[in-house]
């Protein structure tokens, strides 16, 4: 069994020797461009992992896990479209570097690229792994669209917003799991669970990001404490504190949402987020998703040793900035 | 064996029964928007009728053929974003009614769910489908973007032009009927014939289409004459003048160019597409690209009555409007 440096060189390799086409070069140098701006690679990864874990050599998975990898960067170039956002991993994004209409030309060249990939897969059953690979797909489109929904409105639930990055992330771990297990011959079920491992693990580390954005410390976090609450992001814990908010407070609330002085307005919100306990209650939701994700693995009748890698990796995941 | 009417009414039946999705509904109801406004079905069509010619019943055929259906109309969603398009068949496009964030979502999904149909096929090699589909899906973006590309250029050869609208448009028609042809269990070389007799065609109707605007009849073409030459779009005919344009009248051309009385500026062109004969130049190359698509539907060992429904569909295509 590799270990995750070992594999993280594997797939940068296969990164690295794949070529998606060379004209017109407007449109495959972004797509290199945007496959090499490197990253951990979690979900391909993943893939190898879990090929191996029914004792499949990896490389039978390696170009399902491009495929994964090639479609998760998809969604970031068009993202990045509707975010307007300039920057990704610290390069210029192709939409500001080239412009929009390469990077809708080149999302869209990526996805039918990264379909090519999955259907390259030897030895196994090509129509259940386009199942399980556009089941997630067409998620990860509705996820990005409910949380644009969100922007404009204010009764946002949390069962609401976890379904939503459920959709707009999580189902993608757990689609590169579960490809990953049919590619190495896991049955069924055990496919499913492995999918609902990556799920859970997923959204636990959906609700950690959000945590540690007003919890967690600086040099962890690699950006500035609070920035979810300067830029009024409605985190799990932002709806909870208005969901559960008195309405003595409700005001300060509202107040503290327009406040313009950055740190009386991050330290106002966290002190609200104390008095509610709401730090707790993202841990406590959090520590419910992370263990529905290890009885999912402990439902697959393999040798825990065999299991540790994908554990381990998953524990790395959560424990890496807390 | 069907006519055109009734494939149209078999795959329009198919269309107004196919769900892809309801929640979010601001992205499913674009989507079913967009499938409803209409049009000739050309493509789906041409992949019944290929699925017949090879003796096989269409309905085995009318999952891909809706496939082939929705990535067109995933391209044309995207294609209004980048164009700028207020108006898709006499309707809103799904840019302008809803906005241009739905709009990259919606093609998204739209793409990711024609694989989905693609993969319903049964009794069919899927892998060698998806090699099919994909390859000209990717035609189609690379020819999106050396069109784009065009619009800054004044160098554009007509081999150039060519090329263009054969990734554009052309390999499409093409997959349509090599798709058909293998869901009708024509072998590898049968299926190849179909595909470049389908890609020739295209290639000679989009010739046909510039003439038309220039030559045509205003109500045989649905729009005024000259539209292209008003908008100085670079046809196969104005590629051609400025190619084989003597020097002495360079000048009156860029003159022409840039005049603003439409009339006036129209006029001019026309004369020098006469005196140049680029009519004549035009309506040769189309004829080149008709007999090269027969010389392929020769190539089939079939029944010559059989090929007829697919022949009198081209012969209709390209007498349609001229």
Known sequence: ????????????????????????????????????????????????????????????????????????????????????APLRRGQETIYKKWNMPVAILCGDLMMIKSIDLLAQTQNTNLAILIQVFNDAAAKVCEGQQIDMNFETRTDVSHDEYIHMITLKTAVLLGAALEVGAIIGGANEIEAKHLYNFGKNIGIAFQIQDDILDSFG???????????????????????????????DDKALLNQLLSEQHQEKKINGVLDLYAKYQIKEFAENL????????????????????RKALLIDTANELMGRMS
Chains 1, 2 share one sequence.
């Open 286 to 305: 959090k520590k419910q998703y992370l263990s529905e994700a290890y009885l999912h693995m402990q439902s697959i009748s393999i040798a825990e040793e």
């Open 217 to 247: 410390e600086g040099h962890q976090v690699g950006k500035l404490i609070g920035g979810d609450i300067a830029a009024n992001k409605k985190t799990l814990l932002l709806i909870e504190l208005m969901a559960v908010v008195h309405k």
């Open 1 to 84: 069994m590799q270990n995750y440096s070992e594999l993280h060189q594997l797939i940068s390799l296969k990164i690295a020797n794949t070529t998606y086409g060379t004209h017109p070069k407007e449109l495959y140098e972004p797509i290199n461009y945007m496959m090499s701006l490197g990253g951990k690679r979690l979900r391909p990864i993943l893939t190898l992992m879990a090929c191996d874990l029914f004792g499949k050599d990896v490389n039978n998975a390696l170009d399902a896990a491009l495929a994964i990898e090639v479609f998760h960067n998809f969604t970031l170039v068009h993202d990045d479209i509707m975010d307007n």
